[in-house]
């Protein structure tokens, strides 16, 4: 008879300690999540803010901007740093009726001390990157890597369609080239794609 007492007393410590086991791993389980959650709740509201402050730094950012050619009306322009071309040629009264439209990329995005030069049809000797940016220097036979459309990249020596993509993708991303060597940084330009391709760009 103690025999068969013994056996279901091991047994059943055999059970609790199974049932322990299952707690504790509940316990700790529960306790993993609830961190989690927590941890969501406290960071989520800095990345938000982080965010947003970013955005209200573009959104303030002061930049100066000089239109001429042909638009209605040719100055120096004050806007945002968020704004794009389309924006102060709006600010400039628009295009005139013998502008050519077609040289211009209303996409691009808008940097400080930026020249835009807007060509009449028929105009010669004016590349869609120097109507964009244009300069009265010899550097205007050069491509402005920070407005130069998917087209106008391609010229450049080793560029295909692939890395003017990439180029075209990074500077949408992170705002315009500030150095040469920061072509680096898009991903399929290394050393000798810029080695070769650095004598024909500028950066404004």
């Known amino acids: 008879m103690w025999q068969t007492i013994k056996k279901y007393d091991k047994r059943w410590l055999l059970v609790m300690a199974v049932m322990l086991v299952a707690i504790v791993i509940l316990m700790r389980s529960n306790e993993q999540k609830q961190d989690q959650a927590f941890s969501h709740v406290i960071d989520a509201p800095e990345e938000a803010t982080y965010e947003e402050n970013k955005e209200k730094q573009k959104e303030t950012s002061i930049v100066f901007v000089d239109v001429k050619g ?89 560029i295909g369609p692939t890395k003017a993509a990439a180029i075209i993708a990074y500077r949408e991303e992170h705002g315009p080239f500030r150095k040469i060597e920061d072509l680096l940084k898009v991903t399929g330009i290394g050393e000798k794609s810029l080695e070769k391709m650095k004598e024909q760009i500028i950066i404004r």
């Open 70 to 158: 042909a638009v209605v009306r040719p100055g120096v322009y004050e806007v945002t740093g968020t704004a794009r071309i389309k924006d102060v040629i709006a600010m400039a009264g628009g295009f005139t009726k013998e502008a050519d439209q077609a040289k211009v990329n209303l996409a691009a995005k808008i940097h400080d001390e930026m020249m835009i030069y807007v060509p009449t049809r028929g105009e010669e000797n004016v590349s869609m990157a120097a109507a964009v940016n244009a300069s009265a220097s010899s550097e205007t036979t050069k491509i402005d890597i920070n407005t130069a459309s998917l087209e106008e990249i391609q010229q450049l020596q080793g």
